[in-house]
């Protein structure tokens, strides 16, 4: 919903800034001095690339990270087969409706494997936004596999 509904996301994965109460077993996000806002047309296009990685279509997942800016169109097939690859393998807990075990993770290792190959092979820098974003989201894997975190990502 941070990103998505509201477009604004705190951005600073620190674990200091997540706050557990025990009483309603929820995390409450603390210090918004990380927030930033999203243009509408950076969100629209980044959800169809989690959601065409969700729904295991590679080709739209190509498509709109060019749109979004990604790649250039331009990129040899090893750029454009790693790229995909490392958003195919953020989408793993999504393609089952069942709980996701973030503590056996192999996912954020893969992705490692192949940031050789994007960082050698790319032809354009990512995007702005998504230095924090992506920032956020692997904070947010990372405290999860280090919690031994299990649920449903299908149903989000």
């Known amino acids: ?42 969100v629209n296009t980044y959800f169809k690339i989690i959601d065409c990685a969700a729904h295991k279509d590679r080709e739209g997942v190509l498509k709109y990270s060019r749109e979004i800016g990604f790649l250039t169109g331009n990129e040899s097939k090893l750029m454009n087969d790693a790229h995909v690859d490392s958003v195919m393998l953020l989408a793993v807990p999504f393609h089952e409706n069942k709980p996701y075990n973030f503590g056996e993770q192999r996912i954020t290792h893969e992705i490692q494997d192949l940031s050789a190959v994007m960082l050698k092979e790319r032809l354009c820098p990512p995007p702005p936004e998504v230095y924090s974003l992506h920032r956020k989201l692997s904070g947010l894997f990372l405290l999860a596999g280090k919690l031994d975190s299990q649920f449903n990502c299908f149903v989000i």
């Open 1 to 42: 919903r941070e990103l998505f509904l509201h477009r604004y996301m705190q951005t600073d994965p620190n674990w200091a800034n997540f706050l557990y109460n025990p009483e309603t077993n929820r995390i409450g996000l603390l210090d918004f001095g990380a927030t930033r806002e999203f243009r509408p047309d950076f």
